[in-house]
Every structure is written in C-alpha cells, then in structure tokens.
C-alpha cells in the first residue's frame, strides 16, 4: 500500500494519518523506557486482542530484559438501552500473583473497557499494573482510565489500520489512516 494514498474499506474513505515509520520510532522509544524501567521486574505484557496484536509484536521484539506476554479479548455487549453494556473477558491464562503487568491496548477511546477491565485484573492479585496505548484519544473520554505510557494522542476520528480494523478489515496495514 502506498501511504501518501488515500484508502477505500467497505463503503468509507481513509486518509494517511501515522506512517509506519511514524509508529515504529514511538514503539522503539517505548520499548527504550521500559526496557529500563522494568529492568529487574520480570513483567507480563498482557495485551488486549484483536486490536493490540502487531503493537504487542513490534513492541515485544525490542524488549531485551527477561519479560513474558499473554494475550486477552475483551468483549462489549451493547443491550436495548445504553446503560446495559456487559464487558467479558476471555482467557487470562497466566497466574499474575505479585507480578508486574503490562497492558497494551490499541486505543483509548471512551475508556469504557479498560474501566471495566482494570478492577477485574486488580483482583488477581498482582504486584502493579500499568496501561501503555499506542493511540490516545483524549477528547472521547467517558471514563476515568490513568494512562501510563502513550504513543500517541489523537482527535476524536475514526482510525484503522496497523491492527485496528472498520468491520473487520484493513488491520493488515503498516500505516494508520483516518475516516476522510
Ligand atoms: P473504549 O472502551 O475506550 O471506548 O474503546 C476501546 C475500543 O474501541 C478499542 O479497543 C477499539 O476496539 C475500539 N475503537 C475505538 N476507537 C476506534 C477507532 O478509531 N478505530 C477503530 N478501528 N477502533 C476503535
Ligand atoms: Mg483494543
């Protein structure tokens, strides 16, 4: 895919927003943080399915101290009425007793599902938990979620690519564009 291109998903138009060079220079500077930050900590990164998955993988890559991964899915119901969201979370297989976790999320958006989640992970019993998010979008802030490590702040816009889809495609892209 050229990225100076605009992209067509379904029935919608995206333009270039992040390049992949954009996006790869914030996760090395990630890593570069945690890498010292967690030097001793042996941490679980525990990232947040489908969305997170090539941020996990490009991340986890430049991580060089002695850490593990995991993965979750978290899924939103949306009922009759809009108070009636039911949030479930899928498989976390690892024991996180007294460990030092990591969670990668793809984007913030209302916050809604990392407000739901971070209580049920806090009664696992970990040592601490901490949230990096590749894509922060402030301005859509619904629920109090404390963000430790961010990539990126953006507009309220609709973003794919890069592991976020619109109905299903366009995850596969090295870029991240914006609904046009
Ligand atoms: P929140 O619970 O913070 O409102 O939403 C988090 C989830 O909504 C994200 O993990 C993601 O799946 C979805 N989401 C929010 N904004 C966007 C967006 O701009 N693009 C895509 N593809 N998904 C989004
Ligand atoms: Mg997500």
């Not at 995991?70 to 007793?97: D, H, R």
């Not at 979620?145 to 816009?157: A, E, M, R, S, W």
């Amino acid at each position: 895919m050229n990225f100076m291109k605009a992209i067509s998903l379904h029935d919608k138009e995206f333009v270039p927003f992040l390049s992949e060079r954009e996006i790869q220079e914030k996760i090395e500077a990630l890593a570069l943080q945690l890498n010292n930050e967690y030097a001793d900590k042996k941490p679980i990164f525990l990232s947040v399915l489908n969305g997170a998955f090539l941020f996990t993988a490009d991340l986890f890559k430049q991580i060089t101290i002695e850490a593990e991964v995991c993965f979750i899915k978290l899924a939103s119901y949306n009922g009759m009425t809009s108070s009636e969201n039911v949030i479930t979370s899928i498989g976390l297989a690892a024991n996180i007793v007294d460990r030092h976790v990591i969670v990668l999320e793809d984007i913030i958006d209302t916050g809604k599902t990392l407000q739901h989640f971070l209580p049920q992970l806090a009664a696992h019993g970990p040592a601490s938990v901490k949230i990096a998010v590749l894509l922060n979008k402030k301005e859509a802030r619904q629920y109090q979620v404390d963000l430790d490590y961010t990539c990126f702040d953006i507009p309220n816009k609709f973003v794919v690519g890069y592991g976020l889809d619109y109905d299903g495609i366009g995850r596969n892209s090295k870029d991240i564009y914006q609904l046009k």
